[in-house]
C-alpha cells in the first residue's frame, strides 16, 4: 500500500476523574449542572467516534488509583484527559506520575476554579497540562477531546 493510503492510526485517549464526581448531577447542580458522570461518558464516547479517537472513561475517589491508571496509560493511550476533582489542588505524586507521560494531557474542571475558594486557585497539574479548560461546565470534557484530536493530528 503506497504511504499516501495508509490507514489512519487511531488514538486511544484516557479520560480520568476524581474523587467525588461519581456525584456528579446528584448534589450541588448549581455549581456542577445536571448531569451524571454516566451521561459525561457517553458524550465523550459519542464525540470520541465522531473524531476517530478510542475512549476510556474512569473516576476513582483514590489518589493511589489514580496515579496508578496514569501510569498504565504509558504505552496503551496517546492522550490524558483528567480532572482531578480536589486532589488537583493537593497531589504532587498524580503531577509526578502525569510528568512521566509522554503525550498530550489536557486539564479539565466543570466549575470555574478561579471564581471560588482561594484554595481551588491552584493546580498542580496546570503547569505539566498542555491545556487547561475550566468553567465550561461538562462541555469542557468535549472541548478537550477537540483538542486532543488536534494535537495527536
Ligand atoms: O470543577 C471541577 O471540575 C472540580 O474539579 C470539581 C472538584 C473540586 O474539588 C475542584 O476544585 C473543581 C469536586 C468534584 C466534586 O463533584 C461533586 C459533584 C456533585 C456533588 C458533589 C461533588
Not at 487511531?10 to 450541588?28: F, K, W, Y
Request: charge should be negative; aromatic fraction near 6%.
Amino acid at each position: 500500500m503506497p504511504a499516501q493510503d495508509a490507514c489512519p492510526v487511531s488514538h486511544t485517549v484516557a479520560i480520568l476523574n476524581g474523587p467525588n464526581l461519581n456525584l456528579l448531577g446528584q448534589r450541588e447542580p448549581d455549581i456542577y449542572g445536571h448531569e451524571t458522570l454516566a451521561d459525561v461518558e457517553t458524550s465523550c464516547r459519542e464525540a470520541g467516534a465522531e473524531l476517530g479517537l478510542t475512549i476510556t472513561f474512569d473516576q476513582s475517589n483514590s489518589e493511589g488509583e489514580l496515579v496508578t491508571w496514569i501510569q498504565a496509560a504509558r504505552g496503551k493511550a496517546q492522550a490524558i484527559i483528567i480532572n482531578a476533582g480536589a486532589y488537583t489542588h493537593t497531589s504532587v505524586a498524580i503531577l509526578d506520575a502525569l510528568n512521566a507521560f509522554e503525550g498530550p494531557v489536557m486539564e479539565v474542571h466543570i466549575s470555574n476554579v478561579h471564581q471560588r475558594e482561594d484554595f481551588r486557585h491552584h493546580s498542580f497539574i496546570s503547569g505539566r497540562a498542555d491545556g487547561v479548560i475550566v468553567g465550561c461546565g461538562t462541555q469542557g470534557y468535549l472541548l478537550a477531546l477537540q483538542r486532543v484530536a488536534t494535537l495527536l493530528g
